[in-house]
């Protein structure tokens, strides 16, 4: 296991001479600033479920950026009739450093539905504030590419929560 992560992260860091979206400060327009990314996954079987998460960034220097973005999420049981969903939105802000890491801070509301009592449910926004760092890797030249970070969330509600742990891991890219 050790010598796979080991040769995971090999891989990434020999593509560093790949050019990251590089701009002049001065003379670069609102658009040369902009990216565009986030994160997509999906299951089917006996559990679907579908995660779309766009985002927009905004270079305001060469190393930070500050952007938003919209979450929705599908959850469908294969042995239940309701298929549920969770949305929402976030806002961001990212430090790199050097080429390839970064850390990041984000807050997120997202609306989730709960079950009352029996079959009835109710939906309440519950708050993420996620603080962490990653991995960027450069594909190509034009400033787009993959990215994986791991967050933790200090709003952590092991009732409420989306998610299964404080800590969350996450896979998107950006072009």
């Known amino acids: 296991m050790k010598s796979l992560v080991a040769a995971f992260i090999l891989f990434f860091i020999s593509f560093?001479?790949?050019?990251?979206k590089d701009y002049d400060q001065e003379n670069s327009s609102f658009f040369d600033r902009v990216y565009l990314g986030g994160?997509?996954?999906?299951?089917?079987?006996?559990?679907?479920?579908?995660?779309?998460?766009?985002l927009a960034g905004y270079m305001i220097t060469p190393k930070l950026s500050a952007g938003v973005g919209?979450?929705?999420q599908y959850l469908k049981y294969k042995s239940y009739d309701d298929?549920?969903?969770?949305?929402?939105?976030?806002?961001?802000?990212?430090?790199?450093?050097?080429?390839?890491?970064?850390?990041?801070?984000?807050?997120?509301?997202?609306?989730i539905e709960f079950f009352n009592s029996g079959?009835?449910?109710?939906?309440?926004?519950?708050?993420?504030?996620?603080?962490?760092?990653?991995?960027?890797?450069?594909i190509?030249?034009?400033?787009?590419?993959?990215?994986?970070?791991?967050?933790?969330?200090?709003?952590y509600d092991d009732i409420r929560s989306p998610y299964n742990s404080p800590i969350v891991l996450r896979v998107g890219f950006t072009f």
């Open 83 to 111: 298929s549920f969903s969770t949305y929402g939105w976030r806002t961001f802000v990212r430090r790199n450093i050097g080429r390839q890491f970064f850390v990041h801070g984000e807050f997120e509301n997202l609306s």
């Open 39 to 54: 994160n997509f996954g999906a299951q089917f079987g006996s559990v679907t479920f579908v995660d779309l998460s766009p």
């Open 119 to 138: 079959t009835e449910t109710r939906r309440e926004w519950v708050p993420g504030l996620f603080a962490g760092g990653g991995l960027f890797q450069p």
């Open 16 to 20: 560093s001479s790949f050019a990251q």
């Open 70 to 72: 919209v979450t929705y």
């Open 140 to 155: 190509g030249r034009s400033g787009g590419g993959f990215m994986i970070s791991a967050l933790y969330n200090l709003l």
